[in-house]
């Protein structure tokens, strides 16, 4: 028998980072989230309606890097409901010098996206709703 979990959604997600400094300057400065909470080796930045945890390295990792094709997290999306803040968004990036993709299609959803990389290489999207 199914449990049938009932939930409005993702409470939040914490993601690992090589240099938290640079991972809050990212978050909160370059992309403007605001920044909740900070505490030794974690801070907390709220994307819409949820909360993302980043946290520091527990020990050197040496050259680890994020890879979407690793077992844990491909990657995160936020929702966009507006063509013109997608556009916005894409051009932002870019004018910051943040690896991404431009305003792209997916042929399978139907939808407009732009796709860009965390300083370590966490693979995010901004995408049409």
């Not at 409470?11 to 938290?20: F, G, K, S, W």
């Not at 507006?82 to 997916?106: M, P, S």
Request: net charge negative; charged share 20%; proline share 6%.
């Amino acid at each position: 028998m199914p449990i049938n979990i009932q939930t409005p959604g993702i409470h939040h997600i914490a993601l690992r980072c090589t240099d938290l400094e640079r991972s809050k300057a990212f978050y909160g400065g370059t992309l403007g989230f605001p920044i909740a909470l900070e505490v030794p080796n974690l801070f907390i930045f709220v994307a819409g309606g949820t909360f993302i945890g980043v946290r520091g390295p527990a020990e050197q990792p040496g050259e680890m890097v994020f890879s979407p094709f690793n077992v844990g997290i491909d990657h995160l999306a936020l929702g966009c409901t507006d063509e013109a803040e997608l556009q916005r968004v894409a051009q932002g990036l870019a004018d910051a010098g943040i690896e991404n993709t431009g305003v792209k299609f997916d042929e399978t959803l139907g939808k407009n996206y732009v796709a860009f990389k965390d300083p370590d290489r966490i693979s995010w999207e901004f995408y049409m709703v």
